[in-house]
């Protein structure tokens, strides 16, 4: 589900254009640089789903692959590290419509012999033993696989097109076609479901022996049915104290079957840690290409349209989709190294991250001052050189994420 949830980024700057076609395409990246691929086709569109994506009926699924290989020629970086393709729903398309898109990347960057991880995010609908295989044959070797509930009435609520089932058919599927990395999507916190529940389906994947877990609460986000039915009284969203424990639960759950929490809502045996997104909570450089795709090069980030139509225009007619740039100061840049560190276990150090964001040292002294007051309120702890999330402070991670995005921008000010 949110493998890529760095991609979430909007623009705020005071500098960001949007919706202007003569937006200039972002500085190309440096080799090596990680490589986002935005396929937007599902079979149905979930009813809590903030990222772009459309049902596949009526769409030219061909031309969108086309357009993708245009736009990877004009901007995908050579011999990428990392490459992910999310959705939407990858595993949507056919065989020989993977190997196209799979086979013109490698023409245009040579991932093949560069990629130390390859992704592809799939729904249990569209993956079964020959899809596993032919993912696996064209160079993919590790699937996210959306299993979200095994409450076959809570995926109707959701939107979903698959049932509990087909879940750990697709699981088994992958296994038999030797995909030998495979992450299990989850979301819990959901209306009416209990610890014990969670705890129940939680054993009951855990079982199974996934490499890695990625286990979400259930959020309202704008512009979803979701939020809409929260607004009118149609849903109401789980407890605090519910959805604590199971934060909680999830994570005492997890390390007992030997899955590690190295990031809020990630879970990985040794050596299994998601590279890809380590490199967003890192807030390193990545290039997106697709519609609705973000991307952060040097200090300047920029997206595509969310939408189809102007996103296969756009490419037709200047070889690249972007929508929108901006460049942060320094101030806000330091912000998002912080927000984003903190969520993984390692924490926060704040001589690196004045590195990446190349930050200046009052910059740098200011974001040190806000921790260490953060420190002495308990959500904060340091460790040597570094700050991490306290006990107290990890199920409040966003809100200590607001801290420092907002108050650090009125220090720049």
């Known amino acids: 589900m949110q493998e890529q949830e760095k991609q979430r980024a ?8 949007r919706d202007d076609p003569r937006v200039a395409a972002p500085p190309r990246a440096s080799e090596g640089t990680a490589l986002y691929v935005h396929l937007p086709f599902c079979a149905a569109k979930c009813h809590y789903c903030d990222f772009f994506s459309v049902p596949d009926e009526g769409q030219d699924i061909d031309a969108m692959i086309a357009a993708i290989l245009s736009e990877a020629a004009e901007r995908a970086p050579r011999r990428p590290r990392t490459v992910f393709l999310g959705g939407g729903t990858p595993s949507l398309l056919s065989p020989s419509q993977l190997k196209t898109l799979l086979d013109g990347l490698h023409m245009i960057t040579g991932w093949r012999e560069s990629a130390a991880e390859v992704t592809a995010e799939c729904n249990p609908e569209s993956l079964d033993l020959e899809k596993a295989r032919c993912l696996l044959d064209l160079g993919v070797p590790r699937l996210s696989v959306g299993f979200q509930s095994l409450n076959n ?36 916190a959901i209306p009416e479901q209990s610890a014990a529940q969670w705890r129940r389906d939680l054993e009951r994947v855990l079982d199974l022996g996934p490499d890695h877990l990625s286990a979400y609460n259930l959020t309202f986000e704008e512009d979803t049915r979701f939020k809409r039915w929260l607004d009118r009284g149609r849903l109401e969203a789980a407890a605090e104290e519910i959805e604590l424990e199971m934060f909680h639960d999830t994570r005492r759950l997890a390390a007992s079957h030997g899955l590690e929490a190295y990031e809020i809502s990630n879970h990985a045996r040794p050596g299994e840690r ?5 490199n967003y909570w890192r807030n390193g450089e990545y290039v997106g290409i697709g519609p609705g795709a973000v991307s952060k090069v040097h200090h300047t980030r920029s997206g595509n349209p969310r939408a189809i139509s102007p996103y296969l225009r756009r490419i037709a007619g200047h070889g690249h989709a972007t929508d929108w740039s901006e460049e942060p100061d320094e101030y806000a840049r330091l912000a998002e190294c912080w927000w984003l560190g903190l969520r993984l276990q390692e ?34 702890e340091p460790a040597g050189t570094r700050f991490g999330l306290s006990e107290r402070g990890l199920p409040l991670a966003d809100g200590v994420a607001r801290e420092f995005l907002q108050r650090l921008q009125a220090s720049a000010q």
Request: glycine share 6%.
């Open 153 to 188: 009435e809570t995926l109707k609520l959701f939107g979903r097109v698959h049932s509990a089932e087909a879940s750990f058919e697709a699981y088994g599927a992958a296994r038999q076609a030797g995909i030998e990395h495979i992450n299990v999507d989850l979301i819990y």
């Open 274 to 278: 998601c590279s890809h997104n380590l």
């Open 10 to 17: 909007e623009p705020t700057a005071a500098n960001s254009r």
């Open 347 to 380: 924490g926060v150090d704040p001589a690196e991250v004045a590195l990446t964001a190349a930050a200046s040292a009052p910059a740098v002294e200011a974001s040190v001052a806000l921790a260490t007051r953060l420190v002495s309120d308990g959500l904060l």
